[in-house]
């Protein structure tokens, strides 16, 4: 299983490492992560889904929006 840091993370999403914690902290909608020691880390097949799902999402409120 391989696992992306939050810092590839926030490259990922557009974001800064802080805006992920802070996210993150308030329990806003963000990729599944774990705890390993001091580190968070996003299993890799888990956050593709999750891109997948809020395409899906966007897609489906850009329909019913117009």
Same mark, same amino acid.
């Given at each position: 299983? !391989?696992?992306?840091? +939050?810092?590839? +993370?926030?490259?990922? %999403?557009?974001? *800064?490492?802080? *805006? +992920?914690r802070n996210?993150?902290c /308030?329990?806003?909608?963000?990729?599944?992560?774990v705890?390993?020691?001091? /580190? /968070?880390l996003?299993p890799?097949?888990?956050?593709?889904?999750?891109?997948? =799902?809020?395409?899906?999402? =966007?897609n489906?409120q !850009? %329909?019913?929006?117009?």
């Open positions: 299983m !391989n696992f992306y840091t +939050i810092d590839q +993370i926030a490259e990922q %999403l557009h974001m *800064t490492v802080g *805006t +992920i996210r993150i /308030r329990g806003e909608p963000m990729p599944p992560s705890k390993v020691g001091r /580190r /968070r996003f890799e097949e888990d956050f593709k889904i999750w891109i997948e =799902q809020r395409k899906h999402s =966007q489906h !850009n %329909l019913h929006s117009q």
